[in-house]
């Protein structure tokens, strides 16, 4: 089958090389200058070719986005917003920019960018083709720190602010490059868009990016998702619960790379890593740490739905050893994490009541006000007089019913389960005498085999306890 291109003119392809296109009888050519030779993409505002200048032969890619489907000022803003930062980067992460113009006529009239054609990959198909190991994810996120830090270090800075597999390439010698620069923004106060445009990808968005603000530390945040998508396979909107990205339940990981990502994924921008340079330097003593040899810490698995939930558990072991958190009814679960749940009589929060203020009140956002989501109960009451707040309402009230009563607790009644924790007796002494305890201890041993086979103890965890019952 011979060769291909594509009619700039009419989207026929025809013969590669023929002066004239077979369908229509136009010039082939784009603005007489580009030969369009396959499409690579398809976007929501245009497609994306694979082309080659006529002049010298160069191969690049092609954005288009034509007229018609760009009919908001604003969305053809962001465009030549996207033609007019590239024109300023030069990084070999970032594809070069070669031009940009208006071509076409009629409904065929369309803006196009071009750029380098980078070969290579994406994330996404990278991923259906192997598994990533703690390692590989974090040396793609170091690696991506470097052309972050050098968009961060401009003045003013550049936000890229669609961090996502899809937009991340290895080419074929293994580097990486950052794709699509369509949600750029370079913190200059537009007039029209300024720093008010909701741009991005739901689930790898940071929350301050639907309120239309963008900073370094967004990138971080999209940085973060992307390790989490790596390392779990599973897209971030799999995740979400409300606006909440749940991804601790997802991921199994040593407890330093634990802290990084939820020091990487906090929602709250002042408690987030906000620098790409601090970031790659934290990531390379990291791997350095992990390489030198298995750490005394376990492997940790955030356990809940929110990111900031996972932080207090520590502290439970920190003050319950494993027999006395087995005699406090701690829940075994499968990942082998150790769950509290409270007495029904002392929740302050009940899920039965979610389900039934989102039936009664679900109008004005009942659920959200109760559990404490202000700016969904804010938003139900703006737009009360339509049925969403109570489609939402329902969804929330569904997603609780559906969690487990520890994973609720820590959530929404953290508060009372810590001091619940705190009440909880000490286990008794085991009796006195040589004969005495080595039974007491023979029984405790016995016990802490059954934790370990479960899970939910770890090895380490397992020898200090049984060599503190050996000390007697």
């Known amino acids: 089958m011979s060769e291909q291109q594509v009619c700039a003119g009419c989207g026929e392809s025809g013969p590669l090389g023929d002066a004239f296109c077979g369908a229509c009888g136009g010039d082939p050519l784009l603005d007489g200058r580009y030969r369009l030779r396959q499409v690579l993409g398809q976007g929501g505002m245009g497609l994306t070719f694979a082309a080659e200048r006529v002049a010298d032969g160069l191969d690049v890619a092609i954005k288009e986005m034509p007229f018609r489907l760009a009919a908001d000022d604003d969305v053809r803003r962001l465009v030549e917003r996207e033609a007019r930062v590239l024109r300023q980067l030069q990084h070999p992460a970032i594809p070069a920019y070669i031009d940009d113009f208006i071509a076409g006529s009629g409904r065929h009239r369309a803006l196009y960018l071009v750029q380098e054609l980078v070969t290579g990959r994406t994330l996404v198909a990278e991923m259906d083709a192997r598994r990533y190991a703690l390692d590989d994810v974090l040396a793609i996120i170091e690696e991506l720190c470097e052309v972050l830090a050098y968009l961060h270090g401009l003045h003013p800075p550049v936000i890229h602010r669609d961090i996502k597999p899809a937009n991340v390439m290895r080419r074929v010698s293994g580097e990486l490059v950052l794709l699509d620069f369509g949600a750029v923004r370079d913190a200059i106060q537009d007039g029209v868009i300024g720093g008010s445009t909701v741009a991005g990808t739901f689930g790898y968005m940071a929350p301050e990016q639907f309120r239309g603000d963008a900073r370094p530390a967004t990138d971080l945040y999209g940085l973060g998702v992307l390790a989490v998508q790596l390392l779990s396979r599973v897209p971030p909107d799999e995740m979400m619960d409300g606006q909440t990205l749940a991804w601790g339940k997802f991921v199994q990981v040593p407890k330093p790379a634990l802290d990084l990502l939820t020091h990487m994924l906090a929602p709250e921008v002042a408690r987030r890593i906000g620098d790409a340079r601090a970031l790659k330097a934290r990531i390379v003593k990291l791997r350095a740490d992990l390489q030198a040899g ?14 900031e939930a996972v932080r207090p558990m520590p502290a439970i072991r920190s003050v319950f050893d494993p027999l006395r958190a087995a005699q406090a009814h701690f829940r075994i679960q499968p990942a082998g994490a150790l769950e509290l749940s409270l007495p029904e009589n002392l929740r302050p929060r009940k899920k039965g009541v979610v389900m039934l203020l989102a039936v009664f009140l679900g109008w004005i956002g009942g659920p959200h006000w109760y559990l404490g989501h202000y700016i969904s109960g804010v938003a139900s009451l703006v737009f009360s007089w339509t049925f969403i707040p109570v489609v939402v309402s329902l969804w929330r009230a569904f997603s609780v019913m559906r969690m487990s009563d520890p994973i609720f607790d820590r959530i929404y009644n953290e508060d009372a389960l810590r001091q619940y924790m705190l009440s909880l007796p000490a ?20 016990r802490l085999a059954r934790l370990k086979a479960s899970g939910a103890l770890t090895e380490a965890e397992f020898d200090e306890q049984k060599a503190r019952l050996l000390r007697g």
């Open 427 to 446: 286990p008794e002494a085991p009796p006195s005498g040589p004969a005495a305890l080595s039974s007491a201890a023979a029984e405790q041993l016995e």
């Open 294 to 307: 298995p750490s005394p810490e376990a492997p940790a698995r955030a356990e809940g739905v929110r990111p």
